[in-house]
């Protein structure tokens, strides 16, 4: 998930305005899935997220997340 949302920011240009259901279906996982995971970014400081829209505020970590 850390890879995508990288790819999503670039697309979207540092606001990722995606609902977690289309980002889930967009990486063939369940939405519980994405909520956990937005979650876990969201509590370790790598994204800031306000209504459907995801920020990314550490790439470089989300970077080394995506790498494993």
């Known amino acids: 998930l850390a890879y995508i949302i990288l790819i999503l920011n670039d697309l979207y240009e540092n606001k990722i305005s995606m609902s977690r259901q289309d980002i889930a279906d967009y990486v063939g996982a369940s939405t519980e899935n994405i909520i956990r995971e937005l979650s876990s970014f969201k509590k370790e400081n ?6 459907n829209i995801i920020l990314v505020k550490s790439q470089n970590k989300l970077k080394i997340i995506a790498s494993y």
Do not use: G, K, T
Request: hydrophobic residues 50%; charged residues 35%.
């Open 46 to 51: 790598l994204i800031q997220i306000e209504r």
